[in-house]
């Protein structure tokens, strides 16, 4: 009984088996067939266009226009290897000379031919050529411009004053962060490589509130400003005081704050992504002051850090905190010894550079922009500022930083833009081998 149960469900295998295999067979032999039948089948012919198939015609062609005006009438003559035809442009300015193949041609537009008051701008440029290696499409556009040249050209001088303007407007910019740096690096010795960092977080601030949240630019500059000193502040309460308190050496410490810039800049790129943000806040206006032309948000961009950077001066030469910062900076351990409260004064000192750093952010972002990485951009020319004017002089950083930013742009007039920054850094280097110290730097005695 088993056993014929097994024969019976190997017998319908079998059977199961064979038709699959006829199937298949049945398949190979038809598509065999329809291949052959395809094979002896005619091809279709393509139909061709007016001029011939569109994979073998070869076109020459262009508009005449006059300013506003589309010029008909004129001739245009394409000549070579042999072959010589004349198109006249049509009522849209158009004209079209279909050539034999892909070769080498003259074009020639006939001035005679052009209507009355209308002129080759240039007469010199009444023919043009073809080139053999040109043809990477089949049609090939050649234009003769007509009429009186209405662009306007600038001359050395007036470039001269935009440079010089933006060249002040973004040293100002630098000023606002570098002198952040020099007061932490004048309190601590620590040369924070996460400034840039600070200067990308107050941009990103004011474009979640401006833009995302739609609140007035004025009033986001505000929130940036407050939101950055408690940013400073944090970074000192988590990380720094503990490492000072802990004697961790300034380039163990150095090396921190690289490590905090890098995982920074990151966490920026997974939350806001690595396209740029673009700061729409009714601030694009052009103004026009003479030769130079400047947006409004430029204006007010530059009218904010000179009085920021008069008030932070006042505070450091008129007020007890800021003598009293000064003094740390001088010599931490005699102002301790005097009765000064050196790690609340770094605590301060810390709240400003991150306040002025993010109110940087925001001036930055209305003149290039807003990226994850813009802080870290321009962090070398922040510490060239800084170099530049003296190591620990909130003076010296406003003076480097002016002289950076207008060698920056200034520099644009003689190089190409993208080695402005370079620029900037061989005069650093420039000025160190005449003044090591820097501009308002103060000689010390080695050894």
């Known amino acids: 009984m088993i056993a014929g149960i097994r024969l019976g469900r190997a017998t319908r295998l079998t059977t199961m088996l064979l038709a699959v295999i006829a199937l298949c067979a049945g ?49 245009v003559t394409v000549e070579g290897d042999g072959f010589t035809e004349t198109a006249t442009s049509d009522d849209s300015g158009r004209w ?10 003259t074009v020639t537009l006939d001035v005679e031919t052009l209507p009355d008051g209308v002129e080759l701008r240039d007469p010199d440029r009444a023919s043009a ?3 053999s290696d040109e043809w990477l499409t ?9 009429g009186v040249d209405t662009r306007q050209t600038t001359g050395f001088f007036e470039q001269f004053l935009q440079r010089f303007v933006a060249g002040l407007n973004f040293g100002l910019l630098i000023a606002l962060a570098a002198i952040g740096i020099t007061l932490i690096f004048g309190t601590t010795g620590l040369n924070n490589f996460a400034h840039g960092e600070m200067v990308t977080f107050g941009a990103i601030v004011a474009w979640v509130t401006s833009v995302l949240l739609g609140v007035n630019i004025f009033v986001a500059m505000i929130v940036a400003l407050i939101l950055g000193g408690v940013f400073g502040y944090l970074n000192d309460w988590l990380l720094w005081k503990p490492l000072r308190r802990k004697g961790v050496k300034l380039v163990q410490a150095m090396i921190v704050s690289i490590g905090l810039a890098i995982a920074l800049r990151y966490l920026y790129l997974f939350f806001i992504g690595g396209d740029t943000k673009t700061m729409n806040v009714g601030l694009s206006d052009a103004v026009v002051l003479g030769p130079v032309r400047i947006t409004t948000g430029s204006i007010i961009s530059m009218a904010l850090s000179v009085i920021v950077l008069v008030l932070v001066g006042l505070f450091l030469t008129r007020t007890r905190i800021g003598k009293a910062t000064r ?18 004064i770094i605590r301060i000192v810390w709240v400003l550079a991150g306040s002025l750093a993010a109110l940087a952010g925001v001036m930055l972002a209305l003149y290039r922009q807003v990226s994850w990485d813009m802080g870290f951009q321009v962090l070398l020319l922040m510490f ?12 010296g950083a406003l003076v480097g930083s002016i002289v950076v930013g207008l060698f920056v742009e200034l520099s644009t007039l003689f190089i190409p833009p993208d080695l402005k920054y370079a620029a900037a850094l061989v005069v650093l280097i420039v000025v160190l081998l005449v003044r090591p110290q820097g501009i308002l730097g103060r000689k010390e005695r080695v050894g």
């Open 384 to 395: 060239a500022a800084v170099t530049l004017g003296g190591l620990g002089s909130a003076y």
């Open 96 to 105: 079209s000379v279909a050539v034999p193949g892909r070769g080498e041609y």
């Open 27 to 75: 398949l190979v032999i038809g598509s065999g067939a329809l291949s052959a039948s395809a094979s002896t089948a005619p091809a279709p012919t393509p139909t061709p266009t007016e001029e011939g198939d569109f994979t073998s015609t070869y076109t020459i062609g262009g508009i005449l226009r006059d300013g506003d005006n589309l010029v008909a009438g004129a001739e």
């Open 138 to 146: 089949n049609t090939i556009t050649r234009s003769f411009p007509l």
């Open 327 to 344: 003094a740390v900076s001088d010599n931490p351990s005699l102002a301790a010894a005097s009765g000064i409260d050196v790690d609340r």
């Open 129 to 131: 050529t073809v080139g």
